[in-house]
Nanobody, 115 residues
Framework: QVQLVESGGGLVQPGGSLRLSCAAS????????MGWYRQAPGKQREVVTT???????NYEDSVKGRFTIPRDNAKNTVYLQMNSLKPEDTGVYYCNGRFTSYEYWGQGTQVTVSS
């Protein structure tokens, strides 16, 4: 069983930056593909970015060049570095971990981009 705990959300002005963290319990974190998803009010949850166990990344088009997803396997943690934030980035951000048939979600952290 793996538990994912997100932190780092909050209120930020447009153009600002935030770094979210997702700390994983348990062992073999390095085997997991990790990802960040977000759910805006009234919308479905969507993938923002993913990183494989080998470090390959993918980004949703609207965040390319602004967001990155570094992972630190020694700390069992994946991050979401968000720069040049826009109001449309507002939502609840969820951490996701996958390994074979196993999939885990964090509880979510709110990010609000507003002046």
């Amino acid at each position: 069983q793996v538990q994912l705990v997100e932190s780092g959300g909050g209120l930020v002005q447009p153009g600002g930056s935030l770094r979210l963290s997702c700390a994983a319990s348990g062992s073999n974190f390095w085997l997991y593909a990790m990802g960040w998803y977000r759910q805006a009010p009234g919308k479905q949850r969507e993938v923002v970015t993913t990183i494989t166990s080998s470090g390959s990344t993918n980004y949703e088009d609207s965040v390319k060049g602004r967001f990155t997803i570094p992972r630190d396997n020694a700390k069992n943690t994946v991050y979401l570095q968000m720069n040049s934030l826009k109001p449309e980035d507002t939502g609840v951000y969820y951490c996701n971990g996958r390994f074979t048939s196993y999939e885990y979600w964090g509880q979510g952290t709110q990010v609000t981009v507003s002046s």
